[in-house]
């Protein structure tokens, strides 16, 4: 009676399978740790882009109808949320200020800074040491006022 025995090198066998298993739980926490900063990347970069079109539009609006008498802060602030769909924004979170002092005159600039945080969608970045709890992003936009 002869007995087959698998080669050690061969495809296959035990010890490679093995070497498979360690190599995945090796490479796998970062390919997570990539994958998971791709994502949080790319939602704090929408975050981002439209909350300097919430500033954006916000200033355009004061900037063009400052001295309409149906004109309030209240407006373009309602401006600012409706210009920002895929960002829960409230208009407490839009600041309207003038470079000239309190009132949009001539030749003088609206300033609107608009400032958003949000929890991480995943969660990880809150569990390395020194990462803050939340996402804090904040955008500017200044235009002269008269348009």
Same mark, same amino acid.
């Given at each position: 009676?002869?007995?087959?025995?698998?080669a050690a090198g061969r495809p296959g066998s035990l010890k490679e399978k093995g070497?498979?298993?360690?190599?995945?739980?090796?490479?796998?926490?970062?390919?997570?740790?990539?994958?998971?900063?791709?994502?949080?990347?790319?939602?704090?970069?929408?975050?981002?882009?439209?909350?300097?079109?919430?500033?954006?539009?916000?200033?355009?609006?004061?900037?063009?109808?400052?001295?309409?008498?149906?004109?309030?802060?209240?407006?373009?602030?309602?401006?600012?949320?409706?210009?920002?769909?895929?960002?829960?924004?409230?208009?407490? @979170?839009?600041?309207?200020?003038?470079?000239g002092g309190s009132a949009c005159a001539a030749g003088d600039s609206v300033i609107?800074?608009?400032?958003?945080?949000?929890?991480?969608?995943?969660?990880?970045?809150?569990?390395?040491?020194?990462?803050?709890?939340?996402? @804090?992003?904040?955008?500017?936009?200044?235009?002269?006022?008269?348009?």
């Amino acid at each position: 009676m002869t007995r087959r025995r698998r080669a050690a090198g061969r495809p296959g066998s035990l010890k490679e399978k093995g070497a498979v298993a360690v190599e995945f739980a090796l490479v796998l926490p970062i390919f997570l740790v990539l994958v998971l900063g791709i994502v949080e990347f790319s939602r704090a970069f929408n975050i981002q882009v439209s909350l300097s079109e919430a500033a954006r539009e916000t200033a355009r609006y004061t900037a063009i109808h400052y001295a309409d008498a149906s004109f309030s802060t209240a407006t373009a602030q309602g401006v600012g949320v409706s210009a920002a769909p895929s960002v829960a924004l409230a208009p407490g @979170n839009i600041n309207i200020s003038y470079s000239g002092g309190s009132a949009c005159a001539a030749g003088d600039s609206v300033i609107v800074t608009v400032n958003f945080a949000t929890p991480y969608m995943t969660g990880f970045p809150a569990l390395i040491p020194g990462m803050p709890a939340s996402l @804090n992003i904040s955008s500017k936009g200044v235009m002269r006022c008269g348009g």
